[in-house]
């Protein structure tokens, strides 16, 4: 069977972690038990590719203009996702033990291609708790769903609440209830122990134990670190699980949070460099919010925060970076990034929103559009605050993008700021078809030629939205000459809407006599540019 983009996806993880190419860091250790040798992943069908000379496709998005030569009569515009959360979330506090708002930032959902199931790790604030030198008054509890959007809450019987193990609280064997450290989660099936099947990690506070450390500010100590910060365990901590709802932390901490904040967010397992990436926030003072990245061969033990991303000239006064969520591209990170200020009212303004953010080294970004990504509700709703994507996960064609959706107000449990409502927060849900992120785009006639692209592939697949338009393409060799039979004249016309459509001249659509095999020259070679003309048409993404 032919590999194309469909079914080379089909083939791949799904979810935030499939394979992206970013420097590596200096090891931290010798010896990683997850590191894969590099013969073993020498297949019998990756050697069917070197023998053929016939790779599976790379598909090129339009997030950045690295593959973009020269462009007229086209725009970039970002699409936003279909919102199916509008009048009500798909989950929020109903039971008496989820208190008075479900809290889930950074990365605590995943799907399980598995069991066919997302599953949902979340916090339940409840003021009634009792006070606790960390100050957290928050149970853990678990849900899984089907489609994202029907929710069910499956009875664990691990935790005792009200004197009754009918619920759905998960279990913390090792640490306060109230430990934040399921704030990420993920499957490790690469972990030979199925003790680890399920791990987690971040920045929790708890009451200290033997053998921590603490931390002290600049100046030493103040009324809260007199108050608080001597009694507690402050950083990044780990925990394993070998079902996801029983969980036993780590001992010591694998990050100190006098060198990180809070809302560190895991991104996943990267293949390409065999190391787990966690999108950090650097400690900068006086208190400022920015992002960096830690990697990770093991999951224990982490590099220091390494500077990304931070507010510039052309941000508002006072925006601050809250934290950052993503999905693999074929070539990079495609990150919501968090904003905090976009009106200039500073961080505490409570209104934060998603950017769409791209990186191809998880260090260099692109502020793709600085308009938010995701809009929050109207006056009044259950989502008119802050709204906070959660890591996107694609399934099939589909790419879900759960997020913390939060109404205007402060505290959980207190009144909102019209005074109006209890101040809570619930789980969204919106909806993207797989890599329309943004386009190319043209309302008339307009003409893209890209850079030199290498052909992995023998045929070339586009996204495109045609439909009341056309697209046609034209090949054309590194002297930016058009290839005989390639042209636009030859291109057969490109009418339709979808997702992977195969582009033909005058029906032809093998390209194998251009770029050649393993068992005979190119003609042409394996480096093309390629001329996208397009009238009334979106153009997503190309794969070739």
């Not at 899984?144 to 499956?154: F, I, M």
């Not at 003072?285 to 982490?302: A, C, L, N, Q």
């Not at 941000?315 to 591209?329: E, K, R, V, W, Y």
């Not at 929050?376 to 399934?395: A, M, Q, T, Y």
Request: charged share 25%; glycine share 8%.
């Amino acid at each position: 069977m032919p590999v194309n983009r469909r079914s080379f996806l089909k083939s791949a993880v799904v979810g935030g972690t499939a394979s992206v190419v970013v420097a590596s860091p200096r090891p931290i250790a010798a010896h990683s038990p997850h590191k894969e040798d590099t013969d073993s992943r020498f297949t019998p069908q990756w050697q069917s590719y070197v023998d053929s000379g016939i790779y599976p496709p790379l598909t090129h998005l339009f997030l950045d203009d690295f593959y973009i030569d020269k462009r007229e009569g086209l725009r970039r515009m970002i699409h936003r996702p279909t919102s199916l959360s509008v009048e009500a979330p798909v989950l929020k506090a109903e039971k008496e033990w989820e208190g008075v708002a479900l809290v889930h930032r950074c990365n605590p959902i995943i799907y399980d291609q598995h069991e066919k199931r997302f599953k949902f790790w979340y916090g339940c604030e409840d003021p009634t708790m009792p006070e606790i030198p960390a100050r957290i008054k928050r149970r853990w509890a678990y849900a899984t769903s089907t489609d994202g959007v029907h929710w069910e809450r499956p009875e664990l019987a691990l935790v005792e609440f009200k004197g009754s193990k009918k619920n759905n609280l998960v279990l913390l064997q090792n640490v306060e209830a109230s430990s934040a450290l399921l704030q990420n989660v993920v499957r490790d099936d690469r972990d030979p122990s199925p003790q680890r099947r399920y791990k987690s990690i971040g920045l929790d506070r708890h009451p200290l134990r033997p053998g921590e450390i603490t931390w002290t500010e600049p100046t030493g100590p103040t009324k809260w670190y007199e108050e608080m910060g001597s009694k507690i365990g402050c950083g990044l901590f780990i925990a394993y699980s070998p079902d996801g709802v029983r969980w036993r932390m780590k001992e010591g901490w694998a990050g100190s949070a006098a060198l990180i904040m809070d809302g560190s967010a895991l991104h996943g397992y990267d293949e390409r460099i065999s190391r787990w990436v966690l999108w950090q926030r650097p400690r900068v003072m006086p208190k400022y919010r920015t992002i960096g990245v830690s990697f990770s061969e093991d999951f224990e033990h982490w590099t220091w925060p390494q500077y990304g991303i931070a507010p510039d000239k052309d941000d508002p006064p006072g925006m601050q970076f809250d934290h950052l969520t993503s999905i693999q591209a074929p070539e990079g990170y495609i990150g919501l990034l968090a904003v905090s200020g976009l009106s200039g009212q500073g961080f505490t303004a409570a209104e934060e929103l998603p950017q769409l953010v791209y990186s191809r080294d998880g260090r260099v970004w692109t502020r793709v559009s600085r308009e938010p990504f995701l809009l929050n509700g109207l006056e009044g709703s259950w989502n008119d605050g802050p709204l906070i994507p959660v890591s996107p996960i694609l399934v099939g064609d589909e790419v879900f993008i759960f997020y913390y959706g939060k109404n205007k107000g402060e505290m959980w449990g207190q009144p909102t700021l019209d005074g109006r409502r209890v101040t809570t927060s619930a789980l969204g849900l919106a909806k993207l078809k797989r890599d329309r992120w943004v386009s190319i785009s043209s309302t008339g006639a307009g003409e893209l030629l890209t850079a030199l692209v290498s052909f992995a592939h023998n045929e070339l697949h586009v996204n495109v939205d045609a439909k009341g338009g056309t697209l046609r393409v034209e090949l054309l060799n590194h002297l930016r000459q058009p290839i005989p039979g390639h042209t636009l004249s030859d291109c057969d016309p490109i009418t339709v809407d979808s997702l992977d459509q195969v582009v033909t001249w005058k029906g032809k659509r093998d390209l194998s006599s251009l770029i050649g095999t393993a068992r005979c020259q190119p003609e042409v070679g394996r480096a093309l540019r390629l001329r996208f003309q397009l009238e009334r048409a979106h153009l997503y993404s190309f794969s070739c």
